[in-house]
């Protein structure tokens, strides 16, 4: 098991900065990335004495970390992307270790205030990353987990390129903690955050579902798998429907070439006709009427001339 504690799970990290989150006058300058990584799940615990830990009494305090980011530092030229190694150093056996790294991304040029006034400095980016592992050398535990909602979600109707949220929450009912993580979705529609995490003995943890259609088209029965404690037959599957619509607006009672007459009027008269318009669409629409500027308000006219009208609803519009 002292072999199993020092072992080392080394994984890779690409950070490479996107162009679109940096101001485009600023793209050729450097970049300075700075990794702070948290205590360890167990830093402050008494053990008994160890020469490699700190001295409290006749009892040792460990402050080791679980998890360590190699190199911490380090500096980013333009265009170009850094390569970072995470290393896993479990503190205890038999445990589940879940932590949050974060680094700082700012311009070399404003590593200090020194350098720079206040009118030209820039606020430095923040990059996480979770970090998620466990020092179980045979079987693990057997979760009691519990997802609100019977494991089904149903998001409303999406206009296509915005996005919708559902929540979840995920009960841990039994007295020990629980791993989970969540599979991603091949064509990027639904997401969820965060998609893995521990949830500790008696406790629950609110997750995010996110919906993104990029068409116009039912998204149904997409089945979204949740794994428990790092093995494939502890899988909750979620079920996920959603669907993406378009904004759409149709006149119901004019010609097939979309004309809407009125009838012979004299002059000083006036007339007026009803026109129909119908929301087929599950979203609500607000609709604004633009009259050319030399018919509005001596030839023509119409009311009301903006509105909203949710979905599958009609609304009259009297034209004059």
């Known amino acids: 098991m002292q072999l199993q ?3 080392q ?22 970049h300075s990335v700075n990794w702070f990584i948290p205590d360890g799940m167990h830093a402050g615990e008494v053990h008994e ?26 500096d980013i030229l333009p265009g170009m992307s850094a390569t970072f190694q995470v290393y ?18 700012f311009f070399k040029s404003q590593r200090s205030f020194r350098l720079v006034n206040d009118s030209t400095l820039q606020p430095p980016w923040n990059v996480t990353l979770k970090a998620i592992g466990h020092s179980f050398g045979m079987e693990q535990f057997l979760p009691k987990i519990a997802i609100s909602k019977n494991s089904k979600l149903t998001f409303p ?18 007295n020990l903690p629980a791993q989970f993580s969540f599979g991603k979705d091949k064509n990027d ?15 629950f943890q609110l997750v995010t579902v996110k919906f993104a259609p990029k068409k116009e088209r039912t998204y149904n029965n997409f089945k979204l798998p949740c794994i428990l404690n790092n093995t494939d037959s502890m899988t909750e599957v979620v079920n996920l429907c959603g669907e993406g619509t378009v904004p759409k607006l149709v006149c119901e009672n004019v010609t ?20 129909v318009i119908h929301n087929p669409t599950r979203v609500p629409l607000i609709y604004s009427i633009q009259i050319p500027a030399k018919l509005q308000g001596t030839i023509l006219d119409c009311s009301p001339k903006f509105g909203k009208i949710m979905g599958n609803e009609r609304c009259t519009i009297t034209v004059r």
């Open 157 to 174: 109707s999406t206009f296509v390129g915005d996005c919708c949220y559902q929540t979840l929450k995920i009960t841990n009912m039994g």
């Open 256 to 275: 097939k070439s979309g004309s809407l007459y009125l009838k012979p009027t004299c002059v000083g008269l006036t007339s007026e006709r009803k026109l």
């Open 49 to 74: 004495k160890d020469p490699s830990s700190r001295e409290i009494g006749h009892y040792k305090a460990n402050n080791d970390k679980d998890f360590e980011v190699r190199p911490p530092t380090a």
């Open 189 to 203: 529609v639904y997401s969820v955050k965060p998609s893995g995490g521990l949830i500790p003995a008696n406790d």
């Open 9 to 30: 799970l080394q994984l890779q990290l690409q950070l490479q900065l996107q162009h679109d989150a940096i101001p485009f006058l600023k793209l050729t300058q450097n």
């Open 88 to 105: 896993f150093k479990p503190s205890a056996n038999n445990f589940y270790f879940c932590q949050e790294l974060e680094a700082l991304v």
């Open 5 to 7: 504690l020092q072992l």
